[in-house]
């Protein structure tokens, strides 16, 4: 009865057939890896590289694994090529130093030929050109004919880990789809006919730092098969998508769009197979901890995710779609990867997340989009230009869309090909570092579409009364509910919200102190709180509604994060025991030009005309872990303003006062007048730790500091790096210092040497120039380009051609990067006496190279930012010099 090859038959066979090998059955591991050079999980060997660069011991000698990876360097192929895919499954079996190379061929051919049943006139193999041993075993022990056995280049014929490490030579079995066409000429990179089934890594050898290639000691095998692949070729499907692995989504998404993907046209196929690649992506990533966000796995997820939305609107489908079609890729997953049925609630309420929020600006944003298209091509056609440069979106229309609209660069660079059109990328990498300067004091403005409706609302809505002083969470009403700063009735999840409460616990950013996090709450209701503004007695808690739907009059319980509240609170009293301290030991004229005290640090802005010596920084910070350790009461009360001042309180940068203040007194250490939350003992501050003491302006010096919590955290950090340093450097922690010393040393040194050589070799270079000097009349002129030649040495250089030439004039230039140019002149007296100046003239030249400089009548420097305009700029050179010299 001849075998019925679904996908997971297909795995188990391949796992059962190495568990009989004696290998280490594994689970996949997580797509979220342990090594930090790498986003995701791209290959099956990646679990195992500790193992292969020898920085971990096996626990066993062999192992084989079904490995979920996940690799988008070429998310545009997906859908548009048989094999593509974002999403993979890696069939493996690997060996620790235990079989080689005579094991690894025939097991592969016995699985191939034997288990799947695949005929052996189906099958080539390749192998490195220089491998007579894999060659030998493949002919002579399995039997392959000789001119069926393919011997290839580096290029994809030999595996390295990096430029040194292990490394050794690949063997590949290829599956031929059309056999009868012979073997007169075979071509392996002819992917039509033949597909790559099968990759045998042999790591056999050790490169170093020199090139040289070395034997391994112990030799290791590492091999995939794309679980994919081979069920196109059991399966006989003219592509990968049309297997049971994807197929079964593709027809989930093609019933909700009403459609029949074999009567369909291929861009419809085409969208079909992207949204079938990505689900299987998106289920699995979300199923291993990844969340959307815009960093990061988490961008790597939303743009998938954003993807999968755009190509099921452009198959017509008009509502929320994703979570239905993941649950036809989690029923087919589910068997071998279990924690997708676990986490299948997850996986959906994530789904629907992302794209009900996509869902609300991509009409928009599609509008948008099409409208720039529309202009670039009426832009392009009017003027009867076709070129490229006249057919782009600029990058400030890619911002927009990105910072309004959500459209990952991505997608609009995709849009825009199918459109025949490109994306100023440059551009829009500048726009994104325009928006990330203008964010970095985000937390001390306010929206002010936000703005005015609060004023319109001022009238109608009752000052909020704040509870946190002395409570973390109340039940409160929604006395007003804001989206995109415009009063609404009703926000769904996902949505992005204002909300004003008639009172609440969460302290509103005053005073330096930045606003509490935490939730609201009700029944099938959770909106996370990210900030807290307050205006004219308003308290707007911005965040979003993370399930359910909120409604303006609800009822919801207003929780403050404990968590964030301590820190701050830390962070704050230690931020008027600061001020004490320099008030103490550095100058009591010290007062507070301002300050931010956040979760997880603080700093300290204070008028003092000179930096803080290192041994004073250490005394400050001293005094105040003293007063930490010796458990001050830090009490708070009421007082008029008047009062309070009497008694000696220090006003707070920042803050606003009324006739009644709020004071801190921390006993006989601080009193000030703050409206802030803080600890009630200095003990709960626990540590306190200065990381920077610098000028800002003027008069003007900046403490950061961290406390609390905080401390421990920049602690590990630090520990983490001096560890390394001292791995490294392989000396002890506290030798890290000379080792650094000694190591500066060795660069000086060595920088010494290389810039004397520098000169050697621009004097070398120079002398092969004097061949090339013109006569005019008693004059000598030399003007040439010397290559990779630094400022000093092309100085050096053409002085000695001078002196050799005599009578007459030099000019050289070089570019040793391309946006550095270097230019000298050196004249003799004789062409001084012409009326030409040496600083004067090639000040000139420089200007064509977007630069400038100058120097005395004999010899002078200038430089320039456009490299490719040094060629042009030495010809003007030579003419103008030919001219004046004539």
């Not at 992207?274 to 699995?284: S, Y």
């Not at 010290?590 to 700093?603: M, N, W």
């Not at 050589?757 to 004097?770: F, H, I, Q, W």
């Not at 050289?812 to 004067?840: D, R, T």
Request: overall charge negative.
């Amino acid at each position: 009865m001849k075998t019925l090859w679904s996908g997971e038959v297909i795995r188990q066979k391949f796992l059962d057939f190495f568990a009989a090998k004696s290998h280490r059955v594994l689970a996949s591991a997580s797509l979220v890896p342990e090594d930090p050079t790498v986003l995701l999980t791209i290959a099956g060997m990646l679990p195992f590289k500790p193992i292969f660069l020898g920085q971990q011991q096996p626990e066993f000698p062999r192992a084989t694994t079904s490995q979920k990876c996940i690799r988008t360097n070429d998310i545009e192929n997906v859908g548009r090529t048989a094999r593509h895919h974002t999403f993979f499954e890696m069939l493996g079996n690997f060996s620790f130093g235990d079989y080689f190379k005579p094991e690894a061929i025939a097991w592969a051919w016995e699985l191939l030929t034997q288990v799947y049943e695949l005929s052996p006139d189906r099958l080539l193999v390749s192998v490195f050109e220089d491998d007579d041993e894999a060659f030998q075993i493949w002919h002579e022990k399995v039997g392959i004919p000789a001119h069926r056995i393919q011997r290839m280049g580096a290029d994809s014929n030999f595996w390295a880990a990096g430029p040194t490490g292990p490394c050794g030579p690949c063997s590949e079995i290829y599956y031929d789809f059309y056999p009868d066409k012979g073997d007169a000429e075979i071509d392996l990179d002819d992917d039509s006919r033949f597909l790559e089934l099968y990759n045998l890594v042999f790591m056999q050898s050790n490169r170093d730092s020199q090139g040289e290639i070395s034997p391994l000691q112990n030799k290791n095998i590492d091999t995939g098969m794309g679980l994919e692949r081979m069920a196109q070729v059991l399966q006989a499907k003219p592509n990968n998508y049309e297997t049971d692995l994807i197929f079964p989504i593709i027809q989930t998404v093609a019933e909700i769009a009403g459609l029949d993907y074999a009567k369909s046209d291929q861009s419809i196929q085409t969208s079909l197979k992207v949204v079938g690649d990505h689900t299987r992506a998106v289920t699995q990533m979300i199923a291993d901890g990844i969340t959307a966000s815009n960093v990061g796995r988490g961008y790597v997820l939303r743009r998938l995710i954003r993807r999968i939305v755009r190509h099921g609107r452009l198959l017509g489908i008009d509502k929320p779609f994703t979570p239905a079609v993941a649950e036809t890729a989690i029923a087919l997953a589910e068997s071998a990867y279990p924690t997708l049925r676990l986490k299948s609630d997850q996986i959906k309420a994530e789904l629907d997340r992302e794209e009900e929020s996509f869902l609300k600006t991509l009409d928009r944003g599609e509008k948008m989009l099409a409208e720039i298209v529309e202009k670039i091509k009426e832009k392009a056609e009017g003027r009867g230009q076709k070129a490229e440069g006249q057919k782009v979106i600029s990058g400030q229309d890619a911002f927009v869309l990105y910072d309004t609209y959500g459209f990952p660069l991505e997608l609009t660079q995709e849009i825009a090909e199918e459109q025949g059109l490109t994306v100023d990328v440059a551009g829009f990498e500048a726009e994104m570092a325009a928006q990330r300067d203008r964010s970095r004091d985000a937390h001390e403005t306010i929206d002010l579409t936000v703005q005015g409706t609060l004023n319109q609302l001022a009238e109608q809505v009752k000052t909020t009364e704040f509870l946190g002083y002395s409570q973390f969470s109340a039940t409160a009403e929604v006395a007003a509910l804001l989206v995109h700063g415009q009063a609404v009735k009703a926000a769904e999840a996902g949505t992005s919200v204002q909300v004003v409460l008639d009172q609440t616990p969460f302290y509103a950013e005053s005073g330096g102190q930045i606003g509490d996090r935490g939730y609201l709450s009700g029944e099938n209701l959770l909106v996370r709180i990210e900030d807290v503004q307050k205006e004219s007695g308003i308290f707007v808690h911005y965040g979003r509604v993370e399930r359910g739907d909120l409604h303006l009059g609800d009822r919801v319980k207003a929780q403050v994060d404990l968590a964030c509240r301590r820190r701050v609170q830390a962070h704050h009293t230690a931020t008027h025991l600061l001020q004490s301290a320099l008030k103490k030991l550095v100058d009591d004229g010290i007062s507070q030009a301002g300050s931010l005290v956040a979760f997880d640090r603080l700093r300290f802005d204070f008028n003092c005309p000179r930096s803080l010596t290192a041994a004073e920084v250490q005394q400050v910070e001293d005094l105040v872990n003293t007063w930490i350790a010796e458990a001050h009461l830090a009490q708070t009360s009421t007082l008029p303003i008047a009062e309070a001042k009497a008694k000696g309180a220090i006003a707070m940068f920042g803050e606003k006062y009324g006739a009644e203040v709020r004071v801190l007194d921390v006993a006989g250490v601080s009193m000030e007048l703050c409206g802030g939350t803080h600890v009630s003992n200095t003990a709960e501050i626990g540590l306190f730790k200065i990381i920077a003491e610098t000028g800002v302006a003027s008069g003007v010096r900046r403490i950061e500091a961290v406390a609390g919590p905080a401390v421990l955290e920049y602690l590990n950090l630090r520990e983490r790096v001096v560890r390394d340093l001292s791995d490294r450097f392989k000396v002890k922690p506290e030798e890290v210092p000379d080792r650094v010393t000694a190591l500066q040393a060795e660069l000086k040194a060595s920088q010494k040497q290389l810039d004397a050589l520098r000169s050697e070799l621009a004097l070398v270079k120079a002398d092969g120039l004097l061949a090339q000097a013109e006569s005019i009349g008693k004059f000598k002129l030399l003007v040439a380009q010397l290559e990779g030649i630094d400022a000093e040495a092309l100085k050096t250089a053409a002085e000695r051609l001078l002196q050799k030439i005599g009578t007459g004039a030099v000019v050289l230039g070089s570019a040793p990067e391309p946006e550095k140019v270097s230019l000298v002149a050196a004249f003799s007296p004789e062409v001084i006496q012409q009326g030409l100046q040496a600083g004067k003239f090639i000040g000139e030249i420089a200007k064509l190279c977007g630069g400038g400089g100058g120097g005395r009548p004999h010899l002078a420097q200038a430089g320039g930012r456009d490299g490719s305009q040094l060629p042009a700029a030495l010809q003007v050179a030579q003419e103008k010099l030919q001219s004046a010299l004539n």
